[in-house]
């Protein structure tokens, strides 16, 4: 407790790589091994500090990446973009259609879903946004790349699943431009559960701690291909990237780009399943110290 109380009051004084050691320490208990890192949780602090690649900063911005994914794999993966204000205050409302969603460009979290416009509390839609908008993500986990993400607020198309329920998250886990996982997140606003799936579509062992599984196996998606093709492109020469999806009326959406899955603080329930995905990652040169 003491520990953490120190890293909060320091979190804006303390050096990258000081700050990441004692965060890694109190959730694994020991500090990362710089050095020679081999975990997944591990690499993924080793290519905050040292994987310093000037593409990243457009890639999660959510407003400024669908220009590079409309260049890359076509605009027709791209979620339509209904507005993008400087303030929560300027967010014009009646403009809307009945149903969008609203969200911070530089951070992950803060989100608004509108179903009906009707019966939206604005005041509290508003409140979401203004805690985004003051929240320095980068400081919070020191992931570089949205450190210059202007803070804006987004409006997007409100997308839903053939049941009209909002649509289940396909994460695909890119290693040097290589899909080896899908991470499906269903019930994310219910029964939220998580479940790795290999490129096949095999259910894996792999759990998290703390994240439930679901009961039985997810039907596989009819566009999986296309969906590990694209994530593929958009992933090349890059040492690790997590490109999410989403499936609407048959058509594939990107959802976002991540770089650092948990920001490499999401604990394996079996060390040896961080052990495999940290062996997928194979380091670049350091072209930064920290």
Known sequence: MVLKEFIKKCAYVLPDKVYLSLRYFLTFRRFPDWENPKSYNEKVQWLKVYDRDPRYGQMVDKAAVKDLVSR????????????????????????????????????????????DKEK??????????????ALDYFKEYREWPYRDVPRRILAEAYLTDETGDVPSDY????????????????GRFGKHTMDFYDTDWNRMSITRVGQARSETDAPRPDCLEKMLELSSVLSREIPHLRVDWYICGGRLYLGELTFYNNSGF?????????????????????????
């Open 72 to 115: 890359l794999i076509g605009p027709e993966y791209v979620i339509p973009t209904l507005g993008v204000w400087d303030r929560p205050e300027d967010v014009d409302f009646d403009a809307l259609p009945d149903r969008f969603v609203l969200k911070c460009t530089h951070d992950s979290g803060s989100v608004v879903l509108c179903p």
């Open 171 to 186: 994460k695909v886990m890119c290693f040097q431009g290589e899909p080896k996982l899908v991470i499906l997140h269903q």
């Open 120 to 133: 939206l509390n604005r005041e509290e839609a508003m409140q979401v946004l203004r805690r985004g908008m």
């Open 266 to 290: 999401g604990p394996f329930v079996d060390p040896r399943d961080d052990a495999l995905l940290g062996s997928w990652i194979r380091l670049p040169e350091r072209n930064n110290s920290n």
